[in-house]
């Protein structure tokens, strides 16, 4: 149980003890500051511990920002700071060091939590002050301070604060007027039950997998229900976000389940969708093959941007002053967020076009609206970073070399280029990624099945691949370098599962994809995470982006397309493994070994 040490003066009624408890503390009272350094040491290493001010006036709700979430280490509000046991070491010299100064022999003198979070800043320590906003978090210096701060308290509502703060500050139009309005109490609603945005975020699944079972049926019935479910999905998907910034309940391994499952429902929808209208005699897996593709290219230039411009110093891109002009002006900035076709909006066109349209329509919707969304982003991402002026660190060219996901042969083609590399101009490397990508692609479009020309093309990607890697990624397109390899390999297999012509070996292409995606996200949320990339280890496992694209093209040259999808089939079950049982592993010793809290907001709703 985490521990509350209360400092200076105690004032009759005041209900701060009240408020500590109800918030899990146990709490402890300082006759002096030498009391109070001797109260701390006694807290064992493993828990949280406050101190704070006997006097302290505020909302409830106050002290919850400012004592329990867990993503900080030391954190404080006026009149309370707290560290978690990474930060305990840096709390207790703070402590020592007002106590050694004498400037706090009497703790009912000055303010000690404040004293002890002003030393933690000198000394670099890194404490976390939440916005308060309309809430109240004081220490009053006479009774008419107090009167005052009481009377300010009073007049604003703690629950109504916290009930609007649990709503993501940015989000889609769908979401900000159609969803969040009522979501937000259903979170309310899992918090007095005692419930977890974990649990809540596998409800969500397991309501998306419901949807996509209803979709496979092929029924105009079964499309309506699962147009409805795919909905109620969505809403329990705000609720896990809006539940967790309302109980304060973020961890490791919940920002994980939230952003994985995320992907897992849409894509498993997508699955649901063509297996129904293969119920009804239309095959459109090409078309959700397709679909998964483009949304998972789109994810990775969001990824690559965000990680190459995440420390990048010194932005003076006009392209950037002008969004950030469009973005101050109401309207524009709610068109902005929805022609990018957020996940709210997007979930929301899929479902009223499974109940009213047919799958192919609606995936037809959905490539369109992808496409342009993508080609929007892009575009303009291109040109802020071409008008920039900014310095890529170190860990900018790191994430995005973890990004690209290369193996063992692209790192030996690199090895080998590394001196004639630095030679190349900047533009060079993400056109070699995107030539050479273009042109394994087009082989596997443009040749007939059993060709060894997409044998050829892959290997020279392979070769274009190694040579873009050879040098840091700290160009000022680099960051399109991880997208292109990725539409490079999706693509090649999609382009050969279509030239096969038999049945199922697009649905094995499909199985492949995913399960090659989910390595690409789950090494997204490791690097959001600041976990790392996944081991060298899995990476030359599963072969790279460039050895599973050479692999595939080998297999289709050589095997009949009967033998083909069998060996696309055993090859998305092998990857799938491997890349599971290590996430999860990962993961799972992750939260259990106290990994900081995280709370990845991802794709904007």
Known sequence: MPTAILT??????????????????????????????????QVPGDQRVAVVDARFVGHLHALRLGLTDPRFPLAAVPGAVTAQPAGRQALTRAMARENSSGGGTAVAV???????????????????????????????????????????????????????????ARDGFFTTFFISP???????????????????????????????????????????????????????DCTDGQLARYSLQYSTLGAWL?????????????????LGAARGGDDVWALALGAMVLQSCRHVVDFSFNEANHDA?????????????????????????????????????????????????????????????AAYTTAGRVLRSLTRKANRTDRAATALADLADSGALAEGFAAAFRDPARRLPGFAVPALALLGGAAVVATAVFTEFGS????????????????????????????LVPPFFRAAEYGTVLALAVDAGVNGALPAAFGLVAAVAYHHYDTVYRIRGNAGAPPSWLTRTIGGHE????????????????????????????VALVVLVESIRFWVSAHKGGAPAVHDEGEPA
């Open 313 to 373: 110093t010194a932005n003076t891109s006009p392209t950037a002053a002008l969004s950030d002009k469009l973005d101050s002006v109401g309207w524009t900035v709610w068109v902005r967020r929805m022609i990018v076709l957020p996940i709210g909006e997007r979930w929301a066109m899929i479902a009223v076009l499974t109940a009213v349209a047919t799958p192919r329509v609606t995936f037809y919707a959905l490539l369109i609206g992808c496409a342009f969304a």
């Open 258 to 274: 939230d952003a994985t499952f995320d992907r897992a429902k849409e894509y498993a929808y997508y699955a649901g969708l063509a």
């Open 547 to 574: 050895g599973r694209t050479l692999l595939v093209t080998v297999l289709a040259a050589v095997l009949a397309a009967a033998q083909f999808k069998a060996a696309l089939t055993a090859l998305a079950v092998a």
């Open 182 to 236: 009522y979501s937000r109490y259903i979170a309310r609603w899992c918090a007095r039950r005692g419930l977890t945005p974990n649990q809540v975020t596998t409800a969500s699944l397991l309501t998306a997998l419901i949807a996509a079972g209803c979709a496979a049926t092929g029924t105009r019935g079964g499309f309506v229900a699962a147009g409805v479910l795919l909905i109620a999905s969505f809403v329990l």
């Open 110 to 168: 000055g303010n000690l939590a404040d004293r002890v979070a002003t030393a933690l800043d000198a000394d670099g320590a890194g404490v976390y002050r939440p916005e308060l906003g309309s809430l109240v978090a004081t220490v009053p210096g006479d009774p008419q301070a107090r009167n005052e701060a009481r009377q300010a308290v009073a007049a604003v509502d703690d629950e109504a604060v916290r009930l609007k703060s649990a709503v993501k």
């Open 452 to 479: 060894p020309w997409p044998v050829v093309a892959a290997f020279g990607y392979a070769l274009a691949s190694g040579l873009a890697v050879a040098r840091p990624l700290k160009g000022a397109l680099d960051w």
């Open 8 to 41: 200076g003066q105690p004032v009759p009624g005041s209900p701060i003890e009240g408020d500590l408890r109800s918030l899990g503390f146990e709490v402890r009272t300082a006759a002096d500051a030498a009391d109070a350094e001797t109260l701390l040491a």
